[in-house]
């Protein structure tokens, strides 16, 4: 493997200094998260090796929450969109995207951060919880309009055998207001990821911050897990407020950011843009905390969401990707062509009512999805 991909990357390379040209347009336009976080800049980094690189100029636009970062996609406005969890329920047409202006979408990836840190529950290390079944009759946040948070805190509640109805669930208008909660005692824990600002001033708070562990080999938890938030994967942290690197937390993490493109993408400019993040990683690895998370080796290719054809195509040519990541993206691409299927049969009924129209659409997808053979997860 070492060889063929020695030998894919300086031919990939040769690619693209044979022509002469950049494979990229003068201009891109791309939405990340807010202003100062590692999202967006992360993919400023990215913009500025591409513009050395490649003359290209990046204009990244911050989107405050899930629908204002993937609508300019969606719409045609910017190319590509360096996403969080919510990529897989836009492909999932679940939640905020659950409505008629949405459905289930497209998405691709190219590539992944996937850094050091773990996005996992934080307890106020006051209060002597040591695992997560100890969360039981505690305040748990619960952020409005945001699944990303609320989904997983579900999901890692479900770990320690608990759900929302074995807490105290109070509610918050978002993520900083939630962590602000546990620092000024109103709340007793919160989900995020552990290198993220709040978790440092929990950790220097009078209340300090503890990670419990969701046990690796402990099956059930994560059978249950997964059950709810299946695009977790086991990982060992070694970055975060509080932890120690020598003492990794052992929970579960799942990419941040990826970059997402929509399947009609251009085949070739995602090519050449995943070639030239791949090849130009060291110009822009040490930019943020959590850049190191681009490297090769910490590609998780078995995911929720497909690979575009033009990433497949790169990924192919260095070695990397094999009979078995073809036969899962396949899959994958199967299981967003059933999705599309059940939304084109769905949106045909006109549905005025929007929690009606929540719930009829819940339950066709988890139907198609059965019949096809898929998991819904979400019934």
């Known amino acids: 493997m070492a060889a063929t991909t020695v030998f894919g990357l300086v031919a990939s390379s040769n690619s693209f ?11 891109m336009a791309w939405t990340a998260y807010n202003l100062g976080s590692t999202g967006y800049n992360q993919a400023v980094a990215i913009g500025a090796m591409l ?13 405050q929450n899930d629908v ?29 995207f659950a409505n008629d202006q949405w459905g289930p979408q ?11 840190s773990n996005q996992t529950v934080g307890v106020a290390a006051d209060i002597g919880v040591q695992e997560i079944a100890d969360l039981r009759g505690r305040r748990i946040p619960y952020v409005r309009g945001a699944p990303a948070l609320n989904v997983s805190m579900e999901a890692y509640l479900a770990c320690g055998n608990l759900t929302w109805d074995d807490v105290v669930r109070v509610d918050f208008p978002g993520y900083d207001a939630a962590w602000n909660g546990v620092i000024n005692g109103d709340v007793d824990a919160g989900f995020g990821t552990t ?23 402990d099956q059930g938890c994560w059978d249950r897990m997964l059950a709810i938030g ?14 120690d690197p020598n003492n990794p937390h052992e929970a579960g993490t799942y990419p941040y950011p990826m970059l997402t ?86 949106i045909k009924e006109e549905i005025d009512d929007q929690q009606e129209f929540v719930e009829a659409w819940e339950k066709l997808r ?14």
């Open 230 to 243: 299946p695009y977790f994967t086991k990982h060992h942290a070694t970055r975060g407020a509080g932890i």
């Open 261 to 346: 493109a929509l399947s009609g993408q251009d085949e070739n400019l995602v090519r050449a843009l995943t070639q030239a993040i791949h090849e130009n990683y060291d110009d822009f690895k040490d930019s943020d905390p959590g850049a190191i998370g681009w490297a090769l080796d910490r590609q998780v290719f078995q995911w929720v969401v497909p690979y575009h054809d033009g990433a497949v195509q790169y990924w192919r040519e260095i070695g990397i990707w094999t009979d078995e990541l073809e036969q899962h993206n396949n899959s994958l691409v199967e299981r967003q062509e059933v999705l599309a299927g059940a939304w084109s049969e769905f």
């Open 195 to 217: 290198v993220s600002g709040p978790m440092y001033r929990v950790e220097a708070s009078p209340r300090g911050i503890f990670w419990p562990p969701a046990p690796h080999d």
């Open 51 to 63: 513009r050395e690189k490649f003359g290209v100029t990046l204009r990244v636009i911050p989107g």
């Open 17 to 27: 200094s044979q022509t002469g040209q950049s494979p990229f347009p003068r201009q």
């Open 106 to 116: 497209p998405v691709r990836l190219l590539m992944t951060s996937n850094g050091l």
């Open 366 to 379: 988890a139907l198609r999805l059965e019949e096809a053979g898929f998991n819904p997860v979400w019934r």
């Open 68 to 96: 204002s970062r993937l609508l300019p996609l969606k719409t045609g406005r910017v190319d590509f969109t360096v996403n969080g969890v919510s990529t897989y329920f836009a492909q999932e047409g679940m939640f905020q």
